[in-house]
């Protein structure tokens, strides 16, 4: 049976392998949150990712992508993983430490009308996913879609192009540091 052939089981897989976490996090989008999802722990063991990755292939195998583009550690394996099953090739962006935007990382490029679909494991505002598409569009490039394993289901999000999501985690949340009870009683981020 797959472990995707229902939202329950696939949620019961996330929380057994202990992706999920609580603590104090500051997340991509600058904002704080007490839960955290951290998909590559899902990627330690390939095998049960499997069916994971192929459910998300097969939702964008009508796009016909020519790359795969992702950023960061999970986004990269996931690239590489749907690039594989779609016979598409590999494109990985990284977040500049001074700057806060997303580029290719030298050595990999975008051709204009290339089509690309851009993967992310996780979003809370959808700040990094749209960062991908603007990287795409200045190419010339052609998104066709954007894959996400989780978003958490507290923002509205539009990326401008069809959006397949698998999972909608419950119970998470995401505050501006301002307003956050962590940090009111002073407990540390959690790394
Ligand atoms: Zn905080």
């Known amino acids: 049976m797959s472990v995707l052939s229902d939202t329950a089981a696939l949620l019961a897989w996330v929380e057994r392998s202990g992706a999920l976490q609580k603590g104090h996090f500051k997340l991509a989008s600058g904002l704080h949150a007490s839960r955290f999802f951290r998909c590559i722990k899902l990627f330690q063991d390939p095998n049960a990712c499997e069916a994971l990755f192929v459910e998300l292939a097969c939702r964008f195998q009508a796009q016909s992508p020519d790359v795969v583009m992702g950023a960061n550690e999970a986004g990269s394996i996931l690239a590489f993983e749907l690039a594989r099953r779609l016979g598409a090739e590999v494109a990985i962006a990284r977040q500049s430490q001074d700057e806060q935007r997303y580029r290719l990382i030298e050595g990999f490029e975008l051709v204009p009308g290339a089509r690309v679909l851009v993967v992310d494991d996780i979003t809370t505002t959808g700040g990094t996913a749209k960062q991908l598409v603007e990287i795409v ?12 394993v989780a978003t958490k289901g507290i923002f509205a999000i539009d990326l401008g192009c069809p959006t397949e999501v698998l999972l909608e985690l419950q119970g998470m949340d995401a505050v501006d540091p301002q307003d956050c009870p962590l940090c009111q009683q002073g407990i540390p981020l959690s790394g």
Do not use: C, E, K, M
Not at 137 to 148: C, K, S
């Open 137 to 148: 569009r200045q190419a010339n490039g052609i998104p066709v879609g954007v894959g996400l």
